[in-house]
């Protein structure tokens, strides 16, 4: 009969203690050898199943994902302006009659007249030709955006002293004062609008002359630029020619200046030329198509045509 203190393992004996340490030594070892217990090798045991979770609506259950009545069911987004409950910000803040008719103002890329004469003096502008949107962006200078409401060039009185060029500009909007400055100096200038469409074509000729496409005609002014474009005071293009003459002899004698005569100068074909209104470039007629790879001009022979682009 053994005695239960000398049974072989038992904790409490010898032999037991050393078969603990040594397999605390061998656990010590083998966990020398393995990697670092981190996430990157955690796994779950083998054959153990975890539950899917329950899918989406839009996968099945009661309302199929569209859990809210109206617009909730029939589009994933919130309207424009809405805050969930809150009254929207467009009808905490009152009316401002400053901001009226703000969707149909343009900018205009601003261009003072101290530059614009160190423009011509380092010949990046010519002033032996009739300046226009044209030839402001040639220069590499500028960017008119017509797709972000810019409607072309504004003229700044900054640097108006040292404004001494004799120029036949055209531009989108000027001031009185920048109007007097160049016609001291034996100038014209005339407003003019341009709509999104020809803004285009007139900024990147090129591009629009690869088209294969006929020249467009430039339409008119909306109605709340009709007034600015058809008064000689600003100059417009849609003016009387008889009435803007009048204009400049009155603002003449109003900033004290002799009006230099255009009929005496030696660039009177150039300060006189003019477009049409509804012509974009100067020397081409709306419905020419010009082909830059043969480098010819087409014209429309159809009456019909003729009558649409003239109109």
Known sequence: M????????NPGSEAGKMAAAAGTDKALSLLRRLP???????KPNPGAHKQKSRGRGIYGGKTHGAGCKGSGQRQNFLRLGYETGNNPFYLRFPVQNYYKGHHLKLSYVPLCMGRLQRLIDTNRLRGDIPVDVTQLVATGLFTVRPLEREGGFMLEDEGIDHFKATLNIEVQWASEAVIASVERNGGVITTAYYDPLTLAAAIKPVEFFKRGVAIPRRMLPPQHLIDYYSDPQNRGYLADPAEIAKERFLLAQKYGYELPDVNASPNKDILLERKDPRQIFYGLEPGWVVSLKDKVILKPT???LKEYFVS
């Open 36 to 42: 670092r217990v981190s996430l990157g090798n955690l």
């Open 302 to 304: 159809d009456p019909e």
């Open 2 to 9: 053994i005695q239960e203190g000398s049974r072989c393992g």
